[in-house]
């Protein structure tokens, strides 16, 4: 394992942003380890519901593949955390992991300034999107700056429609804690298409706070968006971390939500357009 910390230090070698409009490190991950923690490149969120998260090395839908898989779930009438009650109150529930950009560790607190990111996604058969889970919002992955998302991949549970889109974020004017709120929304795929098996994401991002800022996302090797504008928050670009898993919040009732597994594996970042 100390070989494997070297050669994620010598893969990250990650900077400070030298501008406000971007985001300048230049460091790669390859997150397919089955060890997390305080010195690891992701860690268990501490409002994770308890026992939610998992490692497995049986592949879910039975394609094959030889890499860890990352199993994350959320259960009826649950929510949790170690060291406050907040996604509770907030009738959330979470299981997610979270890239560990801390103050103080080595891998740094933002996203290179241009970068692809890939991971395959499996939404089991019968997954609760859509009218199939109360009301709420579903995150399955987001850049987070420590307040809300600059970015993510989300969708409305409790109503009638299965697309997952991207959604950017801007301030809410006069929020005392500058929380934010959805500004574009960029359909992604109907999720009834990939249920019941792996789905391969590709994502290439430059991030930027004005209009030169670019995501293009890819779905088993086919192109669904083509976005150009703003990427990143302006009041928060010195913080942007990658998180996944499943993430339903503001649920109209923990009581109603209706339990789900998600799974992930082969979660990267690179400077290079990966093989589609």
Same mark, same amino acid.
Request: aromatic share 12%; net charge neutral.
């Given at each position: 394992?100390?070989?494997?910390?070297?050669?994620?230090?010598?893969?990250? #070698?990650?900077?400070?942003? %030298?501008?406000?409009?971007?985001?300048?490190?230049?460091?790669?991950?390859?997150?397919?380890s089955?060890?997390?923690?305080?010195?690891r490149?992701?860690?268990?969120?501490?409002?994770n519901?308890? /026992?939610?998260?998992s490692?497995?090395? $049986?592949?879910?839908?039975?394609?094959?593949?030889?890499?860890?898989?990352?199993?994350? =779930?959320? !259960?009826?009438?649950?929510?949790?955390?170690?060291?406050?009650?907040?996604?509770?109150?907030?009738?959330? @529930?979470?299981?997610?992991?979270?890239? /560990?950009?801390?103050?103080?560790?080595?891998?740094? !607190?933002?996203?290179?300034?241009?970068? +692809?990111?890939?991971?395959?996604?499996?939404?089991?058969?019968?997954?609760?999107?859509?009218?199939?889970? $109360?009301?709420?919002?579903?995150?399955?992955?987001?850049?987070?700056?420590?307040?809300?998302?600059?970015?993510?991949?989300?969708?409305?549970? #409790?109503? /009638? %429609?299965?697309?997952?889109?991207?959604? $950017?974020?801007?301030?809410?004017p006069?929020?005392?804690?500058?929380?934010?709120?959805?500004?574009?929304?960029?359909?992604?795929?109907?999720?009834? =298409?990939?249920?019941?098996?792996?789905?391969?994401?590709? @994502?290439?991002?430059? +991030?930027? $706070?004005? /209009?030169?800022?670019?995501?293009? @996302?890819?779905?088993?090797?086919?192109?669904?968006?083509?976005?150009?504008?703003?990427?990143?928050? &302006?009041?928060?670009?010195?913080?942007?971390?990658?998180?996944?898993?499943?993430?339903?919040?503001n649920?109209? %009732?923990?009581?109603?939500?209706? &339990?789900? =597994?998600?799974?992930?594996?082969?979660?990267?970042?690179?400077r290079?357009? &990966?093989?589609?």
């Amino acid at each position: 394992m100390k070989l494997f910390a070297t050669i994620l230090v010598l893969l990250l #070698g990650l900077t400070q942003p %030298s501008a406000i409009h971007a985001q300048e490190n230049h460091g790669t991950f390859t997150y397919n380890s089955m060890e997390t923690g305080p010195r690891r490149a992701f860690f268990e969120k501490h409002r994770n519901l308890p /026992n939610s998260y998992s490692v497995i090395r $049986t592949d879910p839908f039975g394609e094959g593949g030889n890499g860890p898989v990352h199993r994350f =779930e959320i !259960r009826t009438g649950e929510c949790g955390s170690q060291l406050d009650q907040g996604d509770c109150s907030y009738n959330a @529930v979470r299981s997610e992991l979270a890239e /560990n950009n801390h103050r103080g560790t080595r891998f740094g !607190r933002i996203q290179p300034r241009e970068a +692809w990111y890939e991971w395959d996604i499996g939404f089991p058969d019968g997954f609760p999107f859509g009218p199939r889970q $109360t009301r709420g919002y579903y995150l399955f992955g987001q850049w987070h700056n420590g307040v809300c998302p600059h970015m993510n991949f989300g969708i409305w549970g #409790g109503r /009638n %429609s299965h697309v997952l889109h991207l959604r $950017t974020s801007q301030i809410i004017p006069g929020h005392r804690h500058g929380d934010c709120q959805p500004d574009e929304l960029i359909p992604v795929i109907d999720l009834r =298409e990939i249920e019941g098996r792996w789905a391969h994401f590709v @994502v290439y991002v430059r +991030w930027s $706070t004005g /209009n030169d800022g670019e995501v293009r @996302v890819f779905v088993d090797g086919q192109q669904r968006v083509q976005f150009n504008g703003r990427t990143l928050i &302006p009041e928060h670009v010195g913080r942007n971390h990658f998180d996944f898993g499943i993430y339903l919040a503001n649920a109209d %009732s923990l009581r109603r939500v209706q &339990p789900a =597994e998600l799974y992930y594996r082969d979660i990267r970042r690179t400077r290079q357009q &990966p093989p589609m």
